[in-house]
């Protein structure tokens, strides 16, 4: 079992910066890929970003990429997501989420964060 708690989401404006964290729980941490996604009102989840158990193979949406950038921590089982350059259809809920395959459909992962908000202003 993993257990995974979003944070780091808020208001900001377009342009701005914000760094959302996911800290996970359970020794197995390593084990897994981690995905970041996210959900507008009326929208399906997408996916934006993930990074396999190492770190070293990372995936982008084209919508986030040069943006965005995705990154973990297996000492601290902490994954995150600097996103940079914000525009005002980013404004979503931002999930994060755990899988043994570093796919970009949520089918492919089996833990969820329960999310974080994320709404950039014009």
């Known amino acids: 079992q993993v257990q995974l708690v979003e944070s780091g989401g808020g208001l900001v404006q377009a342009g701005g910066s914000l760094r959302l964290s996911c800290a996970a729980s359970?020794?197995?941490?390593?084990?897994?890929?981690m995905g970041w996604f996210r959900q507008a009102p009326g929208k399906e989840r997408e996916f934006v970003a993930r990074i396999n158990w190492s770190g070293i193979s990372t995936l982008y949406a084209d919508s986030v990429k040069g943006r965005f950038t995705i990154s973990r921590d297996n000492v601290k089982n902490t994954v995150f997501l600097q996103m940079n350059s914000l525009k005002p259809e980013d404004t979503a809920i931002y999930y994060c989420a755990a899988g043994v395959s570093s796919g970009t459909y949520p089918r492919e992962y089996d833990y969820w964060g329960q999310g974080t908000q994320v709404t950039v202003s014009s």
């Open positions: 359970g020794r197995t941490f390593i084990s897994y890929a």
